[in-house]
């Protein structure tokens, strides 16, 4: 009893150390246009198109990228909030540079769970960074947080054939006063959505997503209600659940409806698929490619990911599209992805997987989009979407995406 209780006391004194009465991240502004900009660069530079298994590449991060993607970080996993710095620090008789990565997220009665990690290079940065972390009051020691990076990394990694370690994936890492710069030796384009999803617990059987793809690409279907009727009609496999039967399916559709982006989505499944080849025809939704693009895309990020993960990442792009060179800010498109998340979020609930199995099975597309939210403004730049909308927190936003759910539950679309 005395050891259960000096343990139970232990415990407790961490607890305690943990919790802090304040924040330390202030709050995050929204994401803005430029912010979209700088953030892009840095994941085109991860998860670019030309970006294969084994290529080389540098990775640059100044104050502003960083700034960029805390906005949308923080935005994506709301109302934690997060914030990353280039500081330096006072090591003995000199400042030592530092890449610092903070974190609040809020407890009940106004206690704060606050984590902070500060990396600094070791000699010329040919090994992994030092990394000292600290939850609330409470340090943890680098050999600490070395081990957690580590396991993080084979757990991203899961069962990949190829799998390199963090070592060998980082073999540089160089943290200096005004950028931190990487080596990254890249583990394939596949990797960002099967490493996502298997932290997330929401992997799919990609013997089920290859044969439900492979059963879709004979068929020439034009019409992106048509492929998911047809994908719902599939047999599927009784030893996997509702929810992991539509989530395949999802990604399935996806992967056909957006061949660009079908070997990303494939995941596991791409040795699978190899010889099967999307029809030439592309796939549009209320007649428009772009709109079942966002559609599927969005449906299987949601079905994968779940969270504000999808939705975050379609007013992520439509800020994008609204600078200069783009095809402006649309909120039809952010229409199609909010049915496709929508039809998603249905799909793998527990209560409705079955129900929405034969909604699906026949679904139609005046009830994948209302006709109504075509009209629905968009071609908007940067400067004339904040003047109208401020940023996507506003009260003004929150009216105009209100609008667009209204249209879709008239249409049937489920209800989040």
Not at 34 to 39: Q, T
Not at 90 to 116: C, F, I, K, M, Q
Not at 335 to 347: L, P, W
């Amino acid at each position: 009893m005395l050891v259960l209780r000096l343990l139970l006391a232990g415990l407790l004194l961490c607890a305690l150390l943990a919790i802090s009465a304040e924040p330390l991240v202030g709050t995050p502004r929204p994401p803005d246009a430029r912010s979209i900009e700088l953030a892009r660069g840095v994941v085109k530079q991860v998860a670019g198109d030309d970006n294969v298994a084994g290529k080389r590449r540098v990775i640059l991060l100044r104050q502003p990228e960083l700034d960029g993607l805390s906005a949308l970080v923080s935005q994506v996993i709301a109302p934690t909030r997060v914030e990353a710095r280039l500081e330096s620090a006072s090591r003995r008789t000199r400042a030592t540079p530092e890449l610092v990565a903070r974190l609040s997220h809020a407890l009940p009665l106004g206690a704060w769970l606050n984590v902070e990690a500060r990396a600094s290079s070791i000699g010329d940065g040919r090994a992994l960074p030092l990394v000292h972390a600290r939850i609330g009051s409470l340090p943890v020691p680098a050999w600490l947080t070395r081990i957690a990076m580590t396991h993080g990394w084979s757990l991203v990694q899961g069962d990949s054939p190829q799998a390199r370690s963090l070592e060998e994936t980082l073999p540089l890492v160089h943290i200096g006063r005004r950028e931190a710069r990487a080596l990254l030796i890249h583990p394939g384009r596949s990797a960002a959505l099967a490493g996502l999803s298997r932290l997330g617990g929401t992997s799919t059987d990609p013997r089920w997503v290859a044969r439900a793809y492979c059963a879709l690409t004979p068929h020439a279907d034009a019409d992106l209600a048509a492929i998911i009727r047809r994908a719902w009609r599939v047999p599927r496999p009784r030893a996997l659940s509702a929810i992991d039967q539509n989530r395949g399916l999802m990604l399935a559709v996806a992967m056909r409806a957006v061949p660009e982006y079908r070997d990303r989505l494939a995941g596991g499944a791409l040795p699978l698929v190899t010889a099967c080849a999307n029809p030439d025809q592309p796939v549009a939704l209320a007649g428009r490619n772009d709109l079942a693009k966002h559609w599927a895309m969005s449906a299987a990020l949601e079905a994968s990911l779940g969270g504000s993960f999808a939705q975050s990442l379609g007013a992520f792009k439509e800020l994008s599209d609204s600078l200069e060179g783009g095809s402006g800010f649309s909120f039809v498109d952010l229409a199609a992805d909010r049915s496709g998340e929508r039809f998603a979020r249905a799909a793998t609930d527990p209560q409705l997987a079955r129900f929405i199995q034969t909604r699906l099975a026949a679904v139609t597309q005046d009830q994948l989009l209302a006709r109504e939210a075509l009209a629905r403004p968009e071609g908007l730049d940067a400067v004339l979407f904040e003047q109208t909308y401020s940023n996507i927190d506003s009260p003004e936003y929150a009216r105009a995406l209100a609008a667009i759910d209204r249209l879709l539950d008239n249409v049937g679309v489920p209800k989040p």
